[in-house]
């Protein structure tokens, strides 16, 4: 294979590329500097740019209900809360009241409380009761690594026709090319890309956006 075309980001140009996107509002802003707040773990918070992506991708695909799993200080979840149609709705599943505590607030202020619903429980248990009907059309998978493929495998069978799933974290640091690195989560993020691959039910297509993006739909 040739080169990669991608030229990487210096610190300069991600500045650019903000700049010359949709930038966070208040609102984000004050959620982004309330989860740097928290010290080393905001580092789990995703990106400006991937927020806006996201925004702009579930407006594109008209999105009436989406599921969230792994909702941290709930950036993502607003995103997509902002994009649903009229009468849309956003599950969330997490585990941690106090970090979601900080995503309830902000949610409030931005006007999109009332369309999302934060279960706090193993995503997996929540994701097992939901009715075997394909109606989900969209699913942000962004929580721990060693239950991605459970996750993956409870949301693919009820994605609706043009439903899509994304999933975070993808190229984990590159540590998925250090073949010295052997820690559970490496691991599955490992085994979880190889899978998606090698789904006959699916396509998909994995970006370079912030730690790697990996967007899945059904194979027709």
Not at 66 to 84: D, H, Q, W
Not at 98 to 117: F, K, P, Y
Not at 158 to 172: A, F, H, K
Request: hydrophobic fraction near 45%; proline fraction near 5%; aromatic fraction near 6%.
């Amino acid at each position: 294979m040739s080169d990669p075309k991608g030229i990487g980001l210096t610190s300069g140009l991600h500045e650019y590329l903000l700049a010359n996107g949709s930038a966070p509002d208040p609102v984000q802003q004050s959620l982004i500097a309330a989860t740097v707040a928290l010290g080393g773990v905001a580092g789990m918070q995703i990106a400006p740019e991937q927020g806006a992506f996201m925004t702009f991708l579930t407006r594109a695909l008209g999105v009436r209900y989406a599921v969230e799993v792994g909702t941290f200080t709930g950036y993502s979840a607003l995103a997509i809360a902002r994009g649903l149609t009229p009468g849309g709705r956003l599950l969330c599943c997490d585990v941690s009241e106090q970090w979601t505590s900080v995503g309830r607030a902000h949610w409030e202020q931005a006007g999109v409380a009332d369309l999302i619903d934060l279960r706090i429980a193993p995503a997996v248990e929540t994701l097992r009761a939901l009715p075997h009907t394909p109606h989900i059309d969209l699913a942000f998978i962004d929580a721990d690594k060693v239950n991605y493929a459970a996750y993956y495998h409870e949301i693919v069978e009820r994605l609706s026709p043009n439903g899509v799933i994304l999933v975070d974290n993808v190229l984990w640091s590159g540590k998925v090319i250090d073949a010295s690195v052997n820690d559970p989560e490496t691991v599955a993020v490992r085994s979880f890309n190889e899978m998606v691959v090698a789904d006959e039910r699916v396509e998909s297509v994995m970006l370079p956006i912030s730690d790697g993006l990996t967007l899945i739909r059904r194979a027709y």
